[in-house]
């Protein structure tokens, strides 16, 4: 196969792999905050309870050719559900396409599963304003396992870095939640930023940097919008989550030209 096919098939696999992880993630997402089982039972209509057949369990696809309505009880079917699983493909070619070409594809493993479990805790923070200890914690073991792999794999990342990395962001991030007592970032977002730091840290100490710079803006900018949309007043909350999950996918994407621009490659 020639080079294009080999990265066209690759994209196609990545694709379908997050469609299906996506649909899983749906299973996360409705599950772990009410701590239910995320294994069984199956998958069954919320109106009805008829179970899901697996004929119609196939991402995007049977929404479609049910469209949208429970094939035993006719309820509508949530849009979210197959919008989950284009975001997991979508966010599955992403982060393949960034570690290609960054050539640092020993360190799409942990990337992926970012991919996903980010996607889960950034959709259960805005539906709960809490991100579950049941995923928190488990992706801190799962990160330094993943980095190890990395490490394995031939990835140039640096344990030192991603030690800064989890300095800067539970530091800056901790040290919010301390200052606000809690009403600003919430103990999850504690738990969640030595993860996301350390990921960054290893890919370069700019990502770090430029991915927490990230979280933050895009959360002001989207706490403007809310206010001006009249949806949110000075008291709300806005869940944190998402944004420092966003922050930290563009610090993988973009992080290190960003970086290299402003600070002339002398971070990182
Ligand atoms: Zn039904």
């Not at 990265?7 to 990545?14: I, K, P």
């Not at 196939?58 to 509508?76: D, E, K, N, Y």
């Amino acid at each position: 196969m020639s080079d294009a096919a080999t990265l066209a098939f690759a994209a196609v696999l990545l694709f379908g792999l997050g469609l299906i992880f996506g649909s899983f993630g749906n299973v996360v997402i409705a599950r772990v905050p009410e701590s239910r089982s995320v294994v069984r039972p199956r998958s069954a209509c919320p109106s009805c309870g008829a179970q899901i057949l697996g004929r119609d369990n196939i991402p995007v696809i049977s929404w479609l050719l049910l469209r949208a309505r429970c094939r035993a009880c006719g309820a509508h079917i949530s849009a979210r559900y197959p919008l989950v699983e284009l975001t997991a493909g979508i966010l599955f070619v992403a982060l393949g396409w960034w570690a290609w070409q960054a050539d640092r594809l020993g360190l799409l493993p942990l990337l992926l599963a970012w991919g996903l479990v980010g996607l889960c805790l950034a959709m259960i923070d805005v539906d709960h304003h809490r991100l579950p200890d049941a995923l928190t914690l488990p992706m801190l073991a799962v990160t330094a396992g993943g980095l190890l792999l990395a490490q394995l794999l031939g990835d140039p990342g640096s344990w030192l870095a991603a030690a800064w990395g989890v300095v800067i962001w539970l530091g800056v991030v901790g040290g919010l939640w301390a200052l606000s007592r809690g009403r600003g970032m919430g103990l999850g977002d504690v738990k969640l930023a030595p993860s996301l730091g350390a990921l960054l840290g290893w890919i370069s100490l700019g990502s770090a940097v430029v991915g927490l710079l990230a979280a933050f803006i895009v959360g002001a900018l989207a706490g403007i919008a809310l206010m001006i949309a009249h949806r949110a007043g000075r008291g709300s909350r806005i869940a944190f989550g998402p944004f420092l999950l966003l922050g930290t996918l563009i610090g993988v994407l973009v992080g290190e030209p960003i970086a290299a621009a402003y600070w002339g490659g002398v971070v990182g």
